[in-house]
């Protein structure tokens, strides 16, 4: 009798070479099917290219393949419609699908595993699971770039204070503040497809670590499962997780960007800024104060950014002691990255759909904009260009802030004859250069605030996402 097959046990597939069973802790501690069991689609996408490619090779004979195809196609049956028995017994997501295969179709189950090792095989998985994730979360940024570009259009011309350290600094639009986390998030697609690039390439050939003495046609394998070409050493193909650190770092960044918009959200959805309102059913109410509407959706969103951080740092610290090849640690990649893509996934989607339901108050902004002597740069600009130097024109212009705070007033309230005490250069035509449309209108060239090249930025992010 087979070590583990003592006490009702199903033995592991490896049990031969032991002894006595796996402690019971131990199995518990070991094993990944509670999770890997995510992988289960890729795996069985693996194992028929893997199958395919050896029937073509003359390792397996067509009747094998025949086989290994029907019981593949009734297990996937089985795990779609929730009725495939996961067991602990089985370890991971590899053993259950092979053990399952084997039960269904006997040897030709058994002969599956020719050439190949779950070193490999799992190497494989991960890369198709990734693949897939990130093409499903560049829809998803794609997505909530569109969102920013429609409200960016409809306030191409709406007037906010712009800050510096939080304080008003100069006017901009609300369209091209929203058009910068366009730039953001172009830039977390690109960083996402390049990830892509170089994680697209087949481990599956690899074996346990050193290659293997079938005669494998790798280039099928990897034409057949859509990688763009293998893995060039077995030993780095089983071992580095270096593509999942990757995309896990592009994904921190995403939510870096997402976490900074939720911040500004947070803050303008607050009575003192009172700039954006959301939909009720992005806010949830209190449990004590009747009068609460709290931004949930934001500040959860901000929160999470912090567990993705953990992740890669998770990641980082899993990777670096490991000498060549696999090792166990490994398998503790899987978790993180899961949580990763489902993270960014859940928060991408739910803002995709909350940013067209953002309700602005101009009114609120315009007259935010108009504290702060926001225009007050333009004033300096204006000397200049009346011949002024640019450090004698801020100190004229500084003084006269001060008068304006004197009296508590804005600068374009000041009459004429007082502007004119701070320098004689200033004429009548100042107070157009005071208001908050010429000063917006006036930084008319690309990547300025201008309404009109918002409207240009506009025109050139629907041609890229289009
Ligand atoms: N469950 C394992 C993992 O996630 C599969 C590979 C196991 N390989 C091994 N040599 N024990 O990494």
């Known amino acids: 009798m087979a070590a583990g097959e003592e006490k009702g046990h199903v033995a592991p597939i490896w049990s031969g070479r032991f002894d006595e069973p796996v402690a019971e802790r131990v199995k518990r501690y070991t094993a990944s099917i509670g999770f890997d069991r995510r992988l289960a689609e890729f795996d069985i996408q693996g194992s028929l290219a893997h199958a395919r490619m050896l029937a073509a090779a003359g390792v397996l004979t067509g009747d094998d393949l025949a086989a290994i195809e029907r019981g593949m196609a009734t297990i996937a049956g089985e795990i779609r419609t929730g009725r495939f028995a996961w067991s602990i017994d089985d370890e991971d997501v590899h053993f259950a699908i092979e053990r399952r295969l084997t039960a269904l179709v006997g040897d030709a189950g058994k002969r599956l595993h020719t050439g190949r090792s779950r070193n490999d095989q799992v190497a494989t998985d991960v890369r198709l699971f990734l693949r897939a994730g990130i093409d499903e979360i560049a829809g998803l940024l794609r997505a909530v770039q569109r969102a920013l570009v429609d409200l960016a259009e409809r306030h191409a011309a709406t007037a906010m204070p712009g800050f510096t350290h939080l304080q008003v600094a100069q006017p901009v639009t609300f369209g091209h503040h929203l058009m910068a986390y366009y730039e953001m998030l ?44 293998v893995c060039e050493n077995s030993l780095d193909a089983v071992s580095d997780r270096d593509f999942a650190i990757e995309f896990v770092a592009a994904a921190a960044l995403v939510m870096t960007h997402i976490s900074r918009l939720s911040e500004e959200i947070v803050l303008w959805m607050s009575p003192r800024f009172g700039f954006v309102r959301l939909p009720d059913r992005y806010c949830t109410g209190s449990s004590i104060m009747p009068q609460k509407k709290n931004p949930d959706v934001p500040e959860l ?56 339901g953002i309700e602005v108050n101009p009114e609120r902004m315009r007259a935010a904009a108009a504290e702060g002597h926001a225009t007050a740069t333009d004033l300096a600009d204006y000397l200049v260009k009346r011949g002024m130097p640019f450090r004698d024109a801020h100190e004229a212009v500084a003084r006269a802030v001060r008068a304006a705070e004197a009296k508590g007033s804005g ?10 005490g701070f320098a004689r250069e200033i004429g009548a035509d100042v107070y157009g250069v005071l208001g908050i449309e010429g000063s917006l209108a006036s930084r008319a060239h690309r990547g300025g605030t201008a309404p009109a090249q918002v409207l240009e930025a506009v025109r050139r992010a629907r041609a890229e996402l289009a």
């Open 411 to 420: 600068l374009a309230e000041l009459p004429l004859a007082e502007l004119q």
């Open 186 to 229: 172009g830039r977390d697609r690109s960083r996402l497809t390049d990830c892509r690039k170089r994680l697209n390439r087949l481990p599956l050939g690899a074996a346990a670590l050193a290659g293997t003495s079938y005669p494998i046609d790798r280039e099928r394998v990897a034409r057949e499962l859509g990688f763009n070409g």
């Open 301 to 356: 969103a901000r929160g999470k950014a912090g567990r993705v951080f953990g992740h890669l740092v998770g990641l980082l610290t899993l990777m670096k002691g490991q000498p060549l090849a696999y090792n166990k640690d490994n398998q503790e990649d899987k978790e993180p990255l899961f949580d990763t893509v489902d993270t960014l996934v859940d928060t991408l989607a739910i803002f995709a759909e909350m940013i067209p």
